[in-house]
T-cell receptor
Framework: NAGVMQNPRHLVRRRGQEARLRCSPVKGHSHVYWYRQLPEEGLKFMVYLQKENIIDESGMPKERFSAEFPKEGPSILRIQQVVRGDSAAYFC?????????????FGQGTRLTVV | DQQVKQNSPSLSVQEGRISILNCDYTNSMFDYFLWYKKYPAEGPTFLISISSIKDKNEDGRFTVFLNKSAKHLSLHIVPSQPGDSAVYFC???????????????FGTGTLLAVQP
């Protein structure tokens, strides 16, 4: 998938714990997107970030979820006090411009399981 | 509110025949459409796209057709190969100010199985 690295690939958390998902975009890409895929559903947009800025978080739940893309280092999606309904595959994508088109690439995803 | 719909959760096709995957959308403001292919435990990979100003785009064995009046697009794969077996997602991009867009609306996917 053209270099978008997500880790961990699998994450198991007990209810109430925190989950941190990391995404390193393709080198040179400064635009990062997070999507979530619940079981039996398509991918749903969560948040779009540029370096140090949240541009669009219209798909992010209002509570417990946060995202950042610092000047240095990977983008982080943080879920506090996880619940069973947070169990899903979380995909990160990056692109070189603000347009999500053919030059955007997805990572392999982090599969979060809340037990 | 499902703005992009893939009504067939699965499709089975014989190797060498044509696979036709369908997608319907409700928002007339969508101006760019993409198809992604996804294998289990992997991220979606881009397959082919089409702008709303066109009605057809072809790339090798893959052709996407867009019918704006019906708000319908389809992906044709011919000839189908066993390696094409995967989940196929249709995605639409809403037009923003200035034409740039930064998020996709995905359908629920169609699982294609190509039988040898």
């Amino acid at each position: 998938n053209a270099g978008v690295m997500q880790n961990p690939r699998h994450l198991v958390r007990r209810r109430g714990q925190e989950a941190r998902l990391r995404c390193s975009p393709v080198k040179g890409h400064s635009h990062v997107y997070w999507y979530r895929q619940l079981p039996e559903e398509g991918l749903k947009f969560m948040v779009y970030l540029q370096k140090e800025n949240i541009i669009d978080e219209s798909g992010m739940p209002k509570e417990r979820f946060s995202a950042e893309f610092p000047k240095e280092g990977p983008s982080i999606l943080r879920i506090q006090q996880v619940v069973r309904g947070d169990s899903a595959a979380y995909f990160c994508a990056s692109s070189p411009t603000a347009v999500f088109n053919t030059e955007a690439f997805f990572g392999q995803g982090t599969r979060l399981t809340v037990v | 509110d499902q703005q992009v719909k893939q009504n067939s959760p699965s499709l089975s096709v014989q190797e060498g025949r044509i696979s036709i995957l369908n997608c319907d959308y409700t928002n007339s403001m969508f101006d760019y459409f993409l198809w992604y292919k996804k294998y289990p435990a992997e991220g979606p990979t881009f397959l082919i796209s089409i702008s709303s100003i066109k009605d057809k785009n072809e790339d090798g064995r893959f052709t996407v057709f867009l019918n704006k009046s019906a708000k319908h697009l389809s992906l044709h794969i011919v000839p189908s190969q066993p390696g094409d077996s995967a989940v196929y997602f249709c995605a639409a991009s809403p037009k923003n100010y200035g034409g740039a867009t930064n998020k996709l609306i995905f359908g629920t996917g169609t699982l294609l199985a190509v039988q040898p």
